[in-house]
């Protein structure tokens, strides 16, 4: 959800279309309401007062005052000329006087919808505050720190490393995967033997970028102790396989053995970025995990062809929606004509989603299906 936006005011709005719509439906209709109908409609009623009574009585956290306060702000720059936008912008992060005030509008650099601040001035509105007395700011300015500068403050996200709070750790593992710097493999590569397996899996992400260097490091964390750690490892470890030889590609085939089905989904999906690998992957499709069967039906639509094609009809018949729906987007991909019965019999399938991706306009199913057989 972006920046600023309350959940509540959401949640009132959304109760009053339906108790709209639902007195509309009772006063259109003259048959009387039947008792589950008269249920609902005082439940929505409750609903929508007891959010407008607790948005009045509850007073809103200063955090969430910060972020209104931004997001007003940035809705009144951001259809303003670029450098007129960017001398308010820059005024305001000097304004902010506050912790809170500063992570906010911080927010407005990490808003994955809008972009409201010039990337030309990230830089310098992030790099001051990445030597904030407070670990929070410090923490938020690592995140958006653009990967260009990243190397040039170095020192800064390396004494992030020794704070105590997870999340500080993260965002300068993050960071300096990102850079793709030289300087910090070192550094990232000491920290995946850290005690605390999320510091693993966070050097095992900033790892990736590395991806010459990827069977150095992260194939040891297919053997890690936690299962997420391995299942990150797996995971990052797509990326680099077409660069990494042999060696990383059978320290994946290992991995579909692995004990957890997180593992195992993780590496088959891996797997996917070689074509040579297909063939060990499609025994998985009887694996009991339903996560498992997805993925090797994903790898299927990926790199299959008209021959590994007829392994998706169990797939397409399997009791899981989720598999079904994988299963279904591969056979569109591929069209092979043995699949046409049984994408045909999903049309009646009974989860809406399986049904509409089988209509869907923007897919080639409608075509195929009504051609001539």
């Known amino acids: 959800m972006r920046a600023g936006k309350s959940w509540k005011p959401?949640?009132?709005?959304?109760?009053?279309?339906?108790?709209?719509?639902?007195?509309?439906?009772?006063?259109?209709?003259?048959?009387?309401?039947?008792?589950?109908?008269?249920?609902?409609?005082?439940?929505?009623?409750?609903?929508?007062?007891?959010?407008?009574?607790?948005?009045?009585?509850?007073?809103?956290?200063?955090?969430?005052?910060?972020?209104?306060?931004?997001?007003?702000?940035?809705?009144?720059?951001?259809?303003?000329?670029?450098?007129?936008?960017?001398?308010?912008?820059?005024?305001?992060?000097?304004?902010?006087d506050t912790s809170l005030g500063k992570i906010a509008a911080i927010g407005m650099i990490n808003d994955r919808y809008v972009t409201v601040v010039p990337p030309a001035i990230v830089t310098d509105l992030v790099a001051p505050l990445l030597s904030d007395p407070d670990v929070d700011v410090r923490t938020c300015a690592a995140q958006a720190l653009p990967p260009e500068a990243c190397e040039a403050h170095g020192d800064k996200l390396e004494r992030l490393l020794t704070e105590p709070a997870f999340e500080a750790k993260e965002a300068?593992?993050?960071?300096?995967?990102?850079?793709g710097a030289p300087?910090?493999?070192?550094?990232?590569?000491?920290?995946?033997?850290?005690?605390?397996?999320?510091?693993?899996?966070?050097?095992?992400?900033?790892?990736?970028?590395?991806?010459?260097?990827?069977?150095?490091?992260?194939?040891?964390?297919?053997?890690d102790s936690d299962p997420e750690v391995r299942r990150a490892a797996a995971q990052d470890l797509g990326p680099s396989l077409g660069r990494s030889g042999e060696a990383v590609q059978e320290a994946l085939f290992h991995a579909l053995d692995d004990a957890?089905?997180?593992?195992?989904?993780?590496?088959?999906?891996?797997?996917?970025?070689?074509?040579?690998?297909?063939?060990?992957?499609?025994?998985?499709?009887?694996?009991?995990?339903?996560?498992?069967?997805?993925?090797?039906?994903?790898?299927?639509?990926?790199?299959?062809?008209f021959y590994t094609a007829r392994e998706l009809e169990p797939l397409l018949r399997d009791p899981e929606a989720h598999v079904r729906y994988h299963a279904l987007t591969a056979a569109l991909n591929l069209r092979n004509a043995t699949l046409r019965p049984a994408v045909e019999a999903l049309a009646a399938d009974p989860h809406r989603s399986i049904r509409d991706r089988l209509v869907e306009p923007a897919t080639r199913a409608v075509k195929w299906l009504e051609a001539p057989p």
């Open 183 to 223: 300087r910090f493999a070192i550094v990232i590569a000491a920290r995946m033997r850290d005690a605390d397996p999320r510091v693993r899996i966070a050097a095992a992400w900033g790892w990736r970028w590395y991806v010459d260097n990827a069977s150095r490091a992260l194939v040891p964390l297919l053997r």
């Open 260 to 305: 957890d089905a997180r593992v195992r989904a993780a590496a088959v999906t891996s797997l996917t970025w070689s074509r040579d690998a297909l063939s060990r992957l499609l025994p998985l499709a009887g694996d009991a995990d339903r996560d498992v069967r997805a993925a090797v039906a994903q790898a299927i639509g990926a790199v299959g062809n």
């Open 172 to 179: 300068a593992l993050h960071a300096m995967g990102r850079s």
């Open 10 to 96: 959401r949640r009132r709005r959304t109760a009053n279309r339906l108790v709209a719509r639902l007195s509309y439906l009772a006063s259109t209709y003259s048959a009387p309401m039947s008792t589950a109908w008269r249920c609902m409609f005082l439940m929505l009623a409750v609903v929508t007062l007891s959010a407008e009574s607790g948005e009045a009585e509850q007073p809103v956290a200063p955090r969430d005052a910060a972020r209104d306060r931004t997001s007003a702000f940035a809705a009144t720059v951001q259809d303003l000329p670029a450098d007129e936008r960017a001398q308010r912008i820059v005024a305001w992060f000097a304004a902010q």
